[in-house]
């Protein structure tokens, strides 16, 4: 695990997007074994948040978050990536706590976690829904983000 200076750490929200490196956020995607993004479909679906977060270490992006929301009542966190170099650093922890900040006065916050990432957000104070629902976009979905059928 690299050393991290935390003095060095930029949070920077709502930057121009523009000036990101979307090859290099579509290659934070693949490290973390989600689904390969399209760099102008990536940077499209972040023009379209009312929040976005990069965190930069020494110039280079090494975590990044953003929401999908109304602007108002509702508001999802999506996209809540930290390169695998710097996990376990506390980066994921300040990345949800920053954007959430910003979500004080809306009605429903939500996320839908990774695989097994469920343990962490908790430990932050989120609670497991009892009324969400998926609509599952192939059998993937359908493991990883829904609960057994029983008969």
Known sequence: MPHLDKDKLVFTFNPNLDNIDWTHICSMFYNVNWRTRV????????????ITLFVYYEEQIIAFGRTIDDGRYYAQLGDIIV???????????????????????YHFVTLTAAP????????????????????PQGPKQLRQHTEPETE
């Open 39 to 50: 760099e102008e479909e990536i940077k499209l679906a972040f023009s379209n948040s009312s």
């Open 83 to 105: 390169d695998p170099a710097y996990q376990g650093l506390g980066l994921g922890k300040s990345l949800v706590t920053k954007i959430n900040e910003k979500l004080e006065n």
């Open 116 to 135: 097994g990432k469920g343990d962490f957000y908790t430990s932050l104070g989120w609670k497991k829904q009892t009324t969400a629902f998926i609509w």
